[in-house]
Nanobody, 125 residues
Framework: QVRLVESGGGLVQAGGSLRLSCAAS????????MGWFRQAPGKERDFVAA????????YYADSVKGRFTISTDNAKNTVYLQMNSLKPEDTAVYYC??????????????????WGQGTQVTVSS
């Protein structure tokens, strides 16, 4: 059974930084793509960033491009989301996910079949 556990969320002032972590277990981590999504109150869950199974490709939502960086550490079975220059509109619950298909990658949530419980990120103005 796949298990994903996020950490690293919190309260930060606008312009600040946070690094989210997502530890995975129950699946051969290095064979699956990973993604980060977020959901603000009253809104749908949105794509934030994705990384391919081998780390060679990354994709970002336009709203975070140049500010956020997704990366993986296969030795630790962990995916990270480094968030810099945070804005109040980045406030949301952030979720990590792993693709349903090995060697896959996706920009939409239907490409993923396992999700973490989420971690709250709040950016104050």
């Amino acid at each position: 059974q796949v298990r994903l556990v996020e950490s690293g969320g919190g309260l930060v002032q606008a312009g600040g930084s946070l690094r989210l972590s997502c530890a995975a277990s129950g699946r051969t981590f290095s064979r699956y793509g990973m993604g980060w999504f977020r959901q603000a109150p009253g809104k749908e869950r949105d794509f934030v960033a994705a990384i391919s199974w081998n780390g060679d490709s990354t994709y970002y939502a336009d709203s975070v491009k140049g500010r956020f960086t997704i990366s993986t550490d296969n030795a630790k079975n962990t995916v990270y989301l480094q968030m810099n220059s945070l804005k109040p509109e980045d406030t949301a619950v952030y979720y990590c996910a792993t693709t349903k298909d090995p060697y896959g990658m996706g920009l939409k949530d239907n490409a993923y079949d396992a999700w973490g419980q989420g971690t709250q990120v709040t950016v104050s103005s």
